[in-house]
């Protein structure tokens, strides 16, 4: 039997309703709420006005050509491009990753470059550049920042350099610690070597441009950098599927594309990984740009930047609770005060569960043993919208009442959390194995996560990393098995 639209839409409605809030400043990762519903609706009617175009050819959709000009024109002028610089809008921040490394790869290949060529990044840059590494048969070589401050030497940067190295990447902010990498400095060492640069603000690229405090230079205007990378469905405010990626020179941007006369079909001519595509996000990304320009973003900006202060200075202030480093632009990553006894001390992670009971969401961060044998520890990670400073008051009274609530409970014991799991694990995890001893941890098939989700990282911590991600693919593989 067909349903009538209300009804089905009725379903979803009630499907969303079990969802994390979008909205209001709850969930401090993921949605980026710039507080203008307006904005949003703007957004909705641009994108509903492309539903049917494909995105694919810009010849044939005009208006395609014309948005994705215009977008990238103002992302150029912000980022400090100049008429050399050149771009592309994919559909997010992997994507603009992902094709960020397979031009520098072509490029190092056509520069004569042979066998397995190497990125060079911090242990911090986005893991999508893993994720390219391992799909464009890259080395991935994860250099070691500071554990208390997750700050990038530039000279262990540039001790790597070689003929291998096909990009070294650098981060405006980092996702996991808002650390600033020292972008000129590598940058100009890796401009003398002859290698590219890529600076992954997809982060800070729409939100440091108008950020009202001093940024070190980071962006084009930096010689040696040699792309960049922006996502608009971050602090562009856009729906998700939109992000920029630009760069230095039109020879570098036409090495991203990929076309083909050979095949007894129309002439395929790609700038990005998908073939037919959405211009949905596109248009939303526009409209919005169009409707905020420089003097919008700016105002989001520093709402932004206020909440970040105001938020940085009260998990300052909580006993037991650091910031880690010194975050740069609207993010922050909190560990615990080693500096004071065990029993003050807060666990950020018993910590976060402790908040999410309160109704707000924060991201836990496991810790990390780097390439150097040295330690970096689980963090919780807080994103802030220009929305987060209308909840601040709210958000700062939960932050607190949390750790105090947990204030001296240790952090999970990693071998307690392997413990839990059976002695042996078989020496395949195939899917049912996988399953069974997700299952034997109160993982079940329905996907549901517990309320406490320290042990679930603990375990993350201490398990070898294939087989935490074996069993972690197995979780989110059973969240759609039919
Ligand atoms: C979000 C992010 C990415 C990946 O972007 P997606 O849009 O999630 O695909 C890459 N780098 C950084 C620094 C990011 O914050």
């Not at 911090?122 to 890259?138: G, I, W």
């Not at 940058?187 to 001093?214: E, K």
């Not at 961060?365 to 601040?392: F, K, M, S």
């Amino acid at each position: 039997m067909d349903l009538d639209d209300a009804a089905i839409l009725g379903e979803l409605d009630a499907l969303r309703a079990r969802d994390a809030p979008t909205h209001g400043g709850r969930v401090l990762s993921y949605v980026y709420d710039a507080g203008m519903p307006e904005l949003d609706e703007l957004a909705a009617q641009a994108a509903r006005r492309m539903q049917a175009v494909n995105g694919l050819d810009p010849t044939t959709f005009t208006s395609v050509a014309a948005l994705e000009r215009d977008v990238v024109a103002f992302a150029r002028d912000i980022l400090g491009g100049d008429e050399d610089v050149a771009g592309s809008v994919t559909s997010g921040g992997t994507e603009s990753c992902l094709l960020a490394v397979k031009t520098a790869r072509d490029l190092w290949r056509a520069g004569g470059g042979t066998g397995v060529a190497r990125i060079v990044a911090p242990v911090t840059a986005h893991a999508a550049f893993r994720k390219a590494a391992e799909l464009f048969d890259l080395a991935f070589d994860a250099v070691p920042v500071s554990p208390a401050t997750g700050t990038l030497d530039a000279a262990a940067v540039v001790d790597r350099l070689g003929p291998d190295v096909a990009l070294v990447v650098v981060s405006a902010p980092s996702y996991p610690f808002a650390a600033m990498d020292p972008v000129a400095d590598v940058a100009v060492a890796c401009a003398a070597a002859g290698i590219a640069c890529h600076v992954d603000a997809c982060i800070g690229g729409w939100i440091l441009p108008f950020w009202p405090d001093r940024v070190p230079a980071w962006d084009l205007a930096v010689p040696g950098v040699t792309s960049l990378s922006a996502d608009l469905h971050k602090y562009g405010y856009a729906p998700k599927g939109v992000s920029v990626l630009l760069h230095r020179g039109r020879d570098r941007h036409r090495a991203q594309y990929f076309a083909t006369t050979d095949w007894p079909g129309y002439p395929v001519v790609n700038p990005t990984l998908l073939g037919s595509k959405s211009a949905g996000a596109l248009a939303a990304a526009w409209a919005i740009i169009r409707a905020l320009g420089a003097d919008g973003f700016a105002q989001l900006a520093a709402r932004a930047a206020r909440a970040t202060a105001a938020l940085r200075a009260a998990v300052a202030g909580i006993e037991g609770l650091r910031v880690v480093g010194v975050p740069t632009g609207p993010l922050l990553a909190v560990a615990t005060d080693e500096s004071v006894p065990p029993e003050r001390r807060v666990d950020p992670h018993h910590w976060a569960d402790r908040v999410r009971g309160a109704g707000w969401v924060l991201q836990q961060q496991p810790g990390l043993t780097q390439a150097d044998g040295i330690r970096l520890p689980h963090t919780t990670h807080l994103t802030v919208t220009p929305v987060t400073e209308t909840v601040l008051d709210e958000l700062v009274a939960a932050l607190v009442a949390a750790a105090d609530a947990v204030r001296g409970v240790p952090a999970v014991d990693p071998a307690q959390a392997l413990g839990a799991l059976p002695a042996q694990l078989p020496e395949r995890l195939d899917s049912d194995a996988a399953a069974a001893v997700l299952a034997g941890i109160g993982l079940g098939a329905g996907g549901a996560l517990p309320d406490a989700m320290a042990p679930l990282m603990a375990l993350i911590e201490a398990l070898p990393h294939p087989v935490a991600e074996r069993l972690l693919t197995e979780l989110l593989a059973r969240t759609i098995a039919p």
